[in-house]
Nanobody, 124 residues
Framework: QVQLVESGGGVVQSGDSLRLSCTAS????????IGWFRQVPGKEREFVGA????????KYSDSAKGRFTISRDNAKTTVYVQMNNLNPDDTAVYYC?????????????????WGQGTQVTVSS
């Protein structure tokens, strides 16, 4: 059974940092690109960033670039997103997702497996 489980969310203040984890099971983790998305109520899910299979290459949305860093540990089948200098606009439910595509996909429809999400709330 395929599972992606996010953890590490919580309530922080502006300027704080947070690290989210996404632990996977039930599929060939190292053969999949892993992406992070976020969603606020009433809005579409938004691409945050993605990391390539080996972990050497990643890309980010404009809002995440310079503040967020995605890494992965294939031995632990876990992907992380380190989020620094958080602000209230980062408040959302954060999801990880997996795709077997060979490129760093930015669209929801390109991802096959999804986690349930973890809430991040940033207070001003």
């Amino acid at each position: 059974q395929v599972q992606l489980v996010e953890s590490g969310g919580g309530v922080v203040q502006s300027g704080d940092s947070l690290r989210l984890s996404c632990t996977a099971s039930g599929f060939g983790f190292s053969d999949y690109v892993i992406g992070w998305f976020r969603q606020v109520p009433g809005k579409e899910r938004e691409f945050v960033g993605a990391v390539q299979r080996s972990g050497h290459i990643s890309k980010y949305s404009d809002s995440a670039k310079g503040r967020f860093t995605i890494s992965r540990d294939n031995a632990k089948t876990t992907v992380y997103v380190q989020m620094n200098n958080l602000n209230p606009d980062d408040t959302a439910v954060y999801y990880c997702a997996a795709t077997p595509k060979l490129f760093l996909a930015r669209l929801e429809r390109d991802y096959d497996y999804w986690g349930q999400g973890t809430q991040v709330t940033v207070s001003s």
